[in-house]
């Protein structure tokens, strides 16, 4: 702020609203005493009726000029009965939206806008799932940071991210907008998106114009949904829910997160939404939070077909006793609390304690001082899509692909290609979808401003003569366009084949039985083959794919998900060896539909595999292990493991130990390794996974370089729930493993003695 005029206004604004906040001044809920204070007195003024509307949250569905999803819409902003707005975004929109609740609310309390800001908002990032790959938390936080700084110039003030629920089935379309199946690696990136979104690394506090308050979601596993059918019912053992499902929440909100999506699975018989074993014993009890839980959508309405109450009375009365605050799109609260209020089924400390967790939030962000801060709109041109944040949605693509494969051809990997090759074959019914590259859940992103790939082909290989055919549609069964295709490969020196799902295909209410190609792809690459040339398979894809015949049959693979605004310019720098791919999968790709869940911390049961007895745990039809391990990811050049040993062989229960390992390039180029760290309790008093993750490195290795990596285990990292669900660290062997993936490790033991 360099305007002496605007600097004293702001400051005297502070010192009038008590907002300047001193660290002697924090109180034990980490928040602020003076904010506190103002809480409280706003509080007291206030009706049961405006109690009510600061715990409504609706949606705007982009028109405030009528009545839209309800009628009496607008009046209902204009008399306090709405205390958030989502859907709405633009600094002209949502300061059009915000004059109507100052200017004609009593006590002038002003919105809170919202939005579903998952991978972007204008620039687009790649589907987190895709992201996580890069196994980069710092660019984990810069993507969430620019994604942030959009959404604010926009009028937002709340992001619905980061989506943190673990997925073990790829059926599950939401498989996407998570960052995979691990729990530390998904607790990692979890707390970077929090600290990107909230501008945490960069010190800033809620009330800075450019920061988004994160929403913690789906609370609590809903990314168990029996078979991968998006809504469906969950159902686990309390070991598995605290040690693998809420790690990443929990992580979100050390953090830093203060608001809670809760989800609309049941969880163990009780739905999320009226859980209180969840919002209230663990969320507050055990983990402190002191932020506001908002539902998802309808989810309190949802708990009477769930069967659990018989109407919509019960319903607010089981979400907000549970411990939900605000009500998504639902109208419950709205209709039926001050009902359940005057008949004594919910208390109005109840209701104020939800009010204050609201309240406590708008004073933190700012909005009393500034509801309309976020509504300069010649600010918010100039801080959307600038060249800085297409050069990290582009940094952000590339670190996200996954080279899955690359097999050599008379002696030279197929990958990247030759710079002096003449004529490339562009085909397949992604390689000139731009909508396609931003994947699901893109905000308010435009698919024109993507890069295709055929785009970023055209721009790298200029001399190159390139000929692209589509070959075939996504998901229907038509050959027609096959012999086109078929031409254009016969003609090139390599065939590029970008197969896989539209973006539809996965994000909510996008589950599939069948993870395979869609539609005649499938036949189309075989087709390609018998052609003899070279193919590269480029896949683009929200979910693990099943892909046993490509995987067996193709040389070359490159998993390149839905990778955002700049998608078709990472992939041609990959292609080209222009970037070294580094990506690692955060997921498991199985060989089958049928071995799902596959996971790599699954346990070692009574039976482990022995392909020579057919009683132990394997199937007669397939092989137990994945197509692609968690942790798999090739580079063009290689990384060989040395000399993996221990500080010392032995620690006691409440030591930690480090572990190093040397790690060298040795290849001819440089490249990126992401060294993983695994842990196997060999005997416990529960059984262990055969494999955990404790940690990871990125590291860059010039040719023939070598580093010492070094990672520290702690009594943290040893500890499970025993049978009594008490953390412990119990004494016995720890096999150690370290390696460029889940399945490709080095070993070596560590004595635990008590
Ligand atoms: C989704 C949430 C999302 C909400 C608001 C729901 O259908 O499950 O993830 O935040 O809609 O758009």
Not at 94 to 99: C, D, F, G, S, V
Not at 347 to 361: D, K
């Amino acid at each position: 702020m360099r305007h002496p005029i605007l600097l004293l206004a702001f400051l005297s604004a502070m010192l009038l609203f008590g907002a300047c906040s001193s660290p002697e001044k924090r109180s034990t809920t980490g928040t602020n005493d003076a904010i506190e204070q103002r809480v409280d007195s706003l509080l007291a003024l206030m009706t049961l009726e405006e109690k009510i509307g600061q715990l409504t949250l609706y949606s705007s569905d982009f028109d405030v000029t009528g009545p839209t999803m309800r009628s009496g819409y607008l009046d209902d902003v204009k008399s306090g009965k709405v205390g958030a707005i989502f859907n709405a975004f633009t600094a002209a929109f949502t300061t059009k939206i915000q004059k109507l609740a100052i200017e004609n609310t009593r006590l002038k309390i002003p919105l809170l806008f919202g939005y579903d800001v998952i991978h972007g908002f204008k620039t687009a990032f790649p589907v987190p799932l895709g992201e996580a790959a890069s196994w980069d938390t710092a660019l984990c936080a810069r993507s969430a940071r620019v994604a942030a700084v959009e959404a604010a110039a926009a009028g937002l003030h709340w992001t619905f991210a980061p989506m943190v629920d673990i997925a073990r089935d790829p059926r599950w379309g939401r498989i996407t907008e998570g960052a995979g199946e691990d729990p530390h690696l998904g607790s990692a990136i979890a707390a970077a998106r929090v600290r990107g979104f909230q501008g945490i690394n960069e010190g800033k506090t809620l009330a800075a114009n450019d920061v988004v308050l994160a929403c913690v979601k789906h609370f609590a596993a809903y990314g168990a949904a029996e078979a991968g059918r998006d809504y469906n019912t969950t159902d686990m053992s309390d070991r598995v829910l605290r040690e693998i499902y809420l790690p990443p929440y929990k992580a979100a909100i050390d953090a830093g997160a203060l608001s809670v999506m809760s989800a609309f699975n049941e969880l163990n018989g009780v739905p999320a939404t009226g859980n209180q074993y969840l919002l209230t014993d663990i969320l507050r009890n055990e983990w402190k939070f002191k932020g506001f839980v908002v539902t998802d959508y309808t989810s309190i309405n949802e708990m009477i077909p769930h069967n659990v109450v018989a109407d919509s009375a019960e319903a607010g009365e089981l979400a907000i006793n549970a411990g939900v605050d605000m009500d998504m799109q639902g109208g419950i609260f709205q209709f039926q609390l001050a009902k359940l209020v005057k008949q004594g089924r919910v208390s109005e400390s109840t209701i104020n304690e939800a009010v204050r967790r609201v309240l406590r939030l708008k004073f933190m962000l700012g909005l009393f001082e500034a509801p309309y801060g976020r509504s300069d709109t010649t600010r918010e041109r100039e801080r959307t899509m600038t060249p800085e944040h297409l050069e990290v949605s582009l940094d952000a693509a590339r670190k996200s692909i996954v080279l899955l494969k690359n097999d050599s051809l008379k002696g030279n990997a197929i990958l990247p290609l030759a710079s002096t090759i003449k004529t490339i074959a562009i085909v397949g019914p992604l390689a000139d979808s731009k909508r396609d590259m931003l994947g699901a859940w893109a905000g308010a992103c435009d698919g024109n401003k993507c890069i295709s790939l055929l785009e970023g082909m055209k721009k790298r290989f200029p001399q190159a003569n390139i000929l692209y055919a589509k070959g075939c549609n996504i998901n229907d069964d038509s050959t027609n366009a096959f012999n086109a295709a078929l031409q254009a490969a016969s003609k090139a020196d390599v065939v590029i084949a970008a197969l896989g799902e539209t973006s539809e295909m996965s994000g909510e209410a996008a589950s599939r039985s069948n993870i395979g190609i869609p539609g005649v792809q499938e036949d189309l690459l075989k087709k390609l083959a018998t052609t003899g040339k070279p193919v590269v398979l480029v896949l683009m894809n929200g979910r693990p794919l099943a892909i046993p015949w490509a995987a067996q049959n193709i040389p070359a693979i490159v998993e390149a998900w839905f990778l955002g605004t700049r998608a078709g310019d990472a992939i041609a720098e990959v292609l080209a060896g222009d970037y070294n791919p580094s990506g690692k999968l955060p997921v498991t790709f199985p060989r089958s539909v049928g071995q799902i869940p596959l996971y790599y911390n699954h346990k070692n049961t009574g039976r482990p595999i022995n392909p020579k007895d057919k009683y132990t745990s394997k199937y007669l039809d397939i092989q137990n292990t994945p197509q692609f391990a968690f942790g798999h990811g090739l580079s063009y050049t290689t990384f060989a493991y040395s000399a993996l040993r221990l500080e010392k062989s032995s620690i006691k229960t409440s030591e930690q130990v480090r572990v190093s390992i040397d790690v060298q390039n040795t290849g001819t180029r440089e490249g990126v390794e992401t060294a993983q760290f695994y842990i196997r309790d060999l005997v416990a008093s529960v059984p262990r996974p055969v494999q955990e993750l404790r940690g990871f490195q990125k590291v860059v290795l010039k040719a023939g370089e070598t580093k010492t990596l070094t990672f520290t285990l702690t009594p943290e990292d040893l500890m499970f729930y025993n049978r009594q669900m008490k953390r412990v660290v119990e004494p016995g062997d720890i096999k150690i493993m370290v390696g460029g993936s889940s399945d490709n490790t080095l070993t070596t033991t560590l004595k635990v003695t008590q």
